[in-house]
């Protein structure tokens, strides 16, 4: 089975611009987590996705915004980038949202903002 | 509220020696998942392996053992003969068992293997 993937694994933006990040999830998994890792910050939660619906969302503003397709793909944007939003985002996936799951990664999108 | 808490910023453990990785957490769900990852300098964030709070006995995935401890609220990492590619950073998390609960991280430890 294939694992998780996101694109691009690699993306430099400038300040004000928006950025759009992939994920595509274990075939059968249908909740689709966003994370943002940066070293002073470490890992947080940004939202989760499962059936095409928001079931959670981290303490990130309004510019992250992410949406999940029928086929359990998501995607995640950033508007009006900021040079505090360069960081390595993960995406993960797991069959449902319960605790019980375990997410499963993908190699992430690594994200320089100048 | 959810917490977890990783003590051990950095390791350093000789090849092939037992190495054990702490994390403590909080929570006021009975019901829970506790969770162990691996990130190698790549990036990608792997999975070890899982305890679930009801689970009587210890996870064990291979070379990886989880201690856990309920009433101390313990789920330390056990990673016996230690191996070159264990060199790492280990995250410890958690999902409390309701539906739409957020996983969160703790803090890490970079575990640095020595030959």
């Known amino acids: 089975k294939a694992g998780v993937t996101q694109t691009p694994r690699y993306l430099i933006k400038t300040r004000g611009q928006q950025v759009t990040l992939s994920c595509s999830p274990i075939?059968?998994?249908?909740?689709v987590s966003w994370y943002q890792q940066t070293p002073g910050q470490g890992l947080q939660f940004l939202f989760e996705?499962?059936?095409?619906?928001?079931?959670n969302k981290g303490n990130f503003p309004g510019r992250f915004s992410g949406r999940q397709f029928s086929n359990s793909r998501s995607e995640m944007n950033v508007s009006t980038l900021e040079l505090g939003d360069s960081a390595l985002y993960l995406c993960a996936s797991s069959l449902r949202d319960m605790g019980t799951d375990t997410q499963y990664f993908g190699p992430g999108t690594r994200l320089t903002v100048l | 509220a959810q917490k977890i808490t990783q003590t051990q910023p950095g390791m350093f453990v000789q090849e092939k020696e037992a190495v054990t990785l702490d994390c403590t957490y909080d929570?006021?769900?009975?019901?829970?998942?506790l969770f162990w990852y691996k990130q190698p300098s790549s990036g990608e964030m792997i999975f070890l392996i899982y305890q679930g709070s009801y689970d009587q006995q210890n996870a064990t995935e291979g070379r990886y053992s989880l201690n856990f401890q309920k009433a101390r609220k313990s789920a330390n990492l056990v990673i016996s003969a230690s191996q070159l590619g264990d060199s790492a950073m280990y995250f410890c998390?958690?999902?409390?068992?309701?539906?739409?609960?957020?996983?969160?991280f703790g803090s890490g430890t970079r575990l640095s293997i020595r030959p």
């Open positions: 996705y499962f059936s095409e619906t928001q079931r």
């Open positions: 929570t006021s769900d009975p019901s829970y998942g």
């Open positions: 998390a958690m999902r409390e068992q309701s539906s739409a609960s957020k996983i969160i």
């Open positions: 075939s059968g998994h249908r909740s």
